[in-house]
């Protein structure tokens, strides 16, 4: 008993004084927004992703297991989902309409999978076409291996560049030691696919003996943000660190991001995981934050709806339960603002084919942010 | 004397009864520590402390102690709505975890015997079997 309250006084010690080492890792809270959020669809449970159909309507996936169809202002529950393996943080992830999907009818689906004969289950990847409320011609693109019981880190963002190459993250599945910094093991990874899942083979490791030829950077751990940057093209991603440590990366092709070799976080126990916060051949975060926010979804403005927003990177906080704004001059986070105080759990952002943000907030649903005239 | 001698009877027969009733606590507890990492302290922290407002403390927590049935039906099924613990609201969502019974029961008593608190009957498999909906 009196074990527990020292051990408990010393963490919330070493939280705050560790949240007071670093000014740069102040969050600020505006004193206007130039929005007005409404909760555009509502009664959700996990809203986990979120993409936009060319007639102007919504597929939003639910983590326990279903798609819901928003056209009009109604919801609609998509049959024909594939199963999914139910549990810690898997589940039906995240979704994407294909850039062209006006003509192809492609939507990308990630999901937690027991595909295979081991016991438990790891992520996947489809793509399906949605006809009569329906999805159809289902094909499996990707499925990572072995399956674990282990209930954390599936990672599942997706994203296309401006090439029509598709990307996306795979958590290191809780198995940090063996997977993030083995090439030849799939997790801790981000992969980049032809849109028919077929491997590019341009791809980093195409011609490494024994390699995952997927993978196109590695050494992650949790990501759970994945975002094209909208000048350079680049995709960027923000990651789960440990206690302390998320990060944003830009992601370059055979990058090893470091986990769990060097990072800013520790363990969730306080005791170290590394000393070590650089390493040659190891690339820096383009930023991190000690103490974490737990990040989810990501998305950069691009539109002049929101007064000085453009160029901004939106970022979900699960742990603090606020959308974060992320201000970039150059190189470099010059300042972060805290915006829907107390929202809940935001889980995923994006900005939609009209400029305007759309916010993903478990609890609740999903919410607009109508910019104010 | 023949009554200390049942009374000795008795004491023999209830020590191992009560050994093994801390063994399997033990072992309960050391399986569902591991669950514990694995699967809540992401949120709930290492030592049951939670997050100011978010996740309540699980730690000396008097929603626990009082409400056990309701408790293991969060961890089973999921919790969502307004939930006070310590004098504190909460109004957040947790996720079903997907864990089979055993380790349910496995996590509960790991803690419920963890941080201050202190449960003096085991959570076992059936009981957890036996809470629906």
Redesign the interface.
């Known amino acids: 008993?009196k074990n527990?309250?020292f051990?408990?006084c010393s963490?919330?010690v070493f939280f705050y004084t560790s949240c007071a080492q670093d000014p740069e890792n102040q969050v600020s809270d505006p004193s206007s927004t130039p929005f007005e959020a409404e909760l555009l669809i509502d009664e959700m449970?996990?809203p986990w992703g979120m993409t936009f159909l060319p007639d102007g309507s919504m597929l939003v996936t639910e983590?326990?297991g279903e798609i819901v169809h928003f056209k009009n202002g109604a919801k609609t529950k998509v049959k024909e989902v594939p199963q999914v393996?139910?549990?810690?943080q898997?589940?039906l992830l995240d979704i994407e309409a294909h850039p062209d999907y006006a003509n192809n009818g492609w939507i990308y689906i990630s999901y937690s999978s027991e595909e295979g004969d081991e016991k438990g289950g790891n992520t996947a990847l489809m793509r399906a076409k949605l006809k009569d409320n329906a999805l159809v011609e289902k094909q499996l693109l990707y499925k990572a291996t072995p399956n674990t019981t282990?209930?954390?880190h599936f990672g599942s963002r997706i994203v296309f560049d401006n090439e029509g190459y598709l990307f996306l993250s795979i958590g290191e599945r809780?198995a940090r030691d063996e997977n993030p910094q083995d090439i030849t093991r799939d997790g801790g990874k981000i992969y980049r696919f032809h849109d028919d899942g077929k491997i590019p083979q341009d791809n980093p490791f195409v011609s490494k003996d024994g390699a995952k030829t997927a993978i196109y950077s590695y050494g992650h751990r949790n990501p759970q943000g994945l975002a094209k940057h909208p000048e350079t093209g680049k995709i960027w991603d923000n990651e789960h660190g440990p206690r302390g440590g998320d990060e944003i990366n830009i992601i370059k092709p055979g990058a090893n991001y470091g986990w769990p070799v060097i990072t800013y976080g520790i363990n969730?126990?306080?005791t170290p995981i590394t000393d070590k916060t650089e390493m040659d051949g190891m690339e820096q975060p383009f930023h991190y934050w000690v103490p974490s926010i737990?990040p989810s979804g990501m998305a950069f403005v691009t539109s002049d709806k929101y007064g000085d927003w453009k160029g901004s990177i939106l970022v979900g906080s699960l742990?603090?339960?606020y959308l974060e704004r992320l201000v970039v001059e150059g190189e470099k986070v010059t300042d972060r603002e805290k915006l829907m105080a107390?929202i809940?759990?935001v889980r995923d952002v994006k900005e939609g084919p009209d400029g305007l943000i759309y916010v993903a907030v478990?609890?609740k649903g999903v919410y607009k942010l109508v910019p104010k005239s | 004397m023949k009554f200390l001698n049942i009374l000795l009877f008795l004491i023999f027969c209830a020590v191992p009864t009560v050994q093994a009733q801390e063994a399997d606590l033990e072992e309960s507890m050391a399986r569902g520590e591991a669950v514990y990492m694995d699967f809540c302290v992401t949120c709930h922290l290492e030592n049951g402390e939670g997050v100011a407002n978010t996740f309540p403390p699980l730690a000396m927590s008097d929603y626990l102690k009082k409400n056990r049935e309701a408790s293991i039906r969060g961890v089973k099924y999921g919790q969502q709505g307004e939930l006070t613990v310590n004098g504190v609201t909460y109004n957040s969502v947790m996720a079903p975890m997907g864990l089979d019974d055993s380790e349910i029961a496995d996590v509960m008593n790991y803690i419920m015997n963890s941080w201050g608190n202190w449960s003096s009957k085991l959570v076992t498999t059936d009981e957890v079997e036996a809470i629906s909906k």
């Open positions: 008993m527990s309250v051990l408990l963490t919330l449970q996990i983590k326990s393996y139910t549990r810690g898997g589940g282990k209930g954390q809780g969730y126990s306080g737990a742990k603090f339960q107390e809940g759990r478990e609890g």
